[in-house]
């Protein structure tokens, strides 16, 4: 793997090389945080700054990345020396100490490549409340619903056969967990809402899964997806709303994605919520929500019910083959007041961005809220990495360790 994708910088170095050059020599260092390139190539009466070696910036990522599969390295510093018949030399080596970018500089030292942060929500107290959802209403809501758009369309839409009772209990093998019971009950009726690559996107503007992708999914998205310490230090999961009711987490083994908005977001039943959730509720995770989930709906069940209603209200869309149902108003994730700090905080403030100050700035306003009866995080001030903040001052809360 390592030697394949060193073969092609190779190649490309000895197919862009200028005439009469005896020898090129690059130098990169690759990881997921980026790739550098810098070298040139060895021509007789020439300076080597007048020929400048090529910048395989995807073939050098393609070779850092099988270094990592191999070393476990997260981060490389790569020499390839070659000649014009193709042989070359590598030589590659792990950065245990890098120097940081962005305003703050620095150096970093990781002595453990392989140890995490742990996430705040592994910490949280786990729910005890019995799950909300029930096969035999979700299935009958589920028959109702498609009774319903088949007479907004005046046609029924085709749906795939249901998945086998063995195909379940596979895919469960493979998760590690039970799906809901709710869930289930709709995959005996239909295996996801696809066929042939035509979806129905039965769940608001998420596509239903077939069980196998549900299962890929899972397997590939289980764990939070790890950016290098340089991120990871600076890293912020917000509590959802309603407070305490999923895990504080970028990523649970007990999140099961079970439809998508084909955009790397998706929908998931959470099958070990937060003090105050429930087994098998609905949440929305993936590409938009790297500073925590956000809650649904109590469990499958009663988001069919909610798409029911929504019905019933004339609360939908007919583009061509599909239907759009329309959504109230309303945000999923952080709800941002942008300006002056208001006189009244809000009792769910969890972050502060502050920028272009010229100076510092008085945050005593955040102190004279009533503290929550919940468990949302206290107030924290942050500066996001790469942002056009001056100045940041961290507030002392008491949650603030527990980023």
């Known amino acids: 793997m ?46 080597l700054w007048r020929s400048p070696v090529p910048s395989p910036f995807t073939e050098l990522g393609e070779l850092a990345e099988a270094l990592r599969k191999v070393r476990g390295w997260e981060r490389t510093s790569l020499e390839i020396e070659c000649k014009p018949s193709g042989e070359y030399g590598l030589v590659a080596t792990t950065d245990a100490i890098t120097s940081l970018r ?15 942060l742990p996430q705040p929500g592994c910490e949280q107290e786990g729910g005890t ?16 619903y498609m009774r319903r758009r088949a007479a907004i369309l005046g046609r029924p839409e085709q749906l795939p056969p249901p998945a086998s009772a063995a195909a379940l209990d596979e895919a469960e093998r493979r998760i590690g967990r039970p799906l809901p019971a709710d869930l289930r009950a709709l995959y005996m009726i239909a295996d996801g809402d696809g066929i042939d690559y035509e979806q129905r996107y039965l769940f608001g ?20 997806a790890w950016y290098g310490w340089e991120l990871a230090w600076n890293s912020i999961v917000f509590d959802p709303d309603p407070p305490g009711t999923v895990r504080r987490c970028g990523g649970h083994p007990a999140w099961l994605p079970f439809a998508t908005g084909e955009d790397g977001n998706y ?25 925590g989930p956000a809650h649904v709906a109590d469990s499958v069940t009663s988001l069919l019910g909610h798409y029911l209603e929504l019905l019933e209200q004339g609360a939908h869309e007919e583009h061509g083959d599909h239907i759009s ?19 009244e905080i809000p009792p769910t403030l969890q972050a ?47 949650d603030a360790g527990r980023r």
């Open 129 to 144: 409340a019995a799950p909300e959802g029930d096969p035999e209403p979700a299935v009958a809501r589920f028959r109702e």
């Open 325 to 343: 149902l329309l959504e109230p108003a309303r945000s999923f994730g952080p709800h941002r007041i942008i300006g002056e700090i208001p006189d």
């Open 352 to 398: 502060i961005h502050i920028n272009d100050a010229v100076g510092l700035v008085d945050l005593t306003p955040t102190h004279r809220r009533t503290e929550p009866a919940t468990t949302a995080p206290q107030p924290l001030c942050h500066r996001r990495p790469g942002s056009d903040s001056h100045t940041a001052r961290r507030v002392a809360a008491r």
């Open 267 to 291: 929908l998931a039943v959470d099958l070990s919520p937060a003090r105050n959730g429930r087994p098998g509720q609905v949440i929305c995770i993936g590409r938009d929500y790297d500073d």
């Open 205 to 224: 503007r998420h596509a239903w899964l077939a069980l196998e992708d549900m299962v890929a999914i899972h397997t590939a998205q289980r764990e939070p």
């Open 2 to 47: 390592v030697e394949r994708a060193a073969r092609r910088i190779v190649e490309e170095l000895v197919a862009r090389a200028p005439a009469g050059w005896t020898r090129a020599i690059l130098t990169s260092t690759a990881g997921r945080g980026g790739v550098s390139v810098a070298g040139g190539y060895t021509v007789p009466g020439t300076p």
């Open 102 to 116: 962005g305003r703050d500089g620095g150096f970093q030292a990781v002595l453990d490549a392989g140890y995490r």
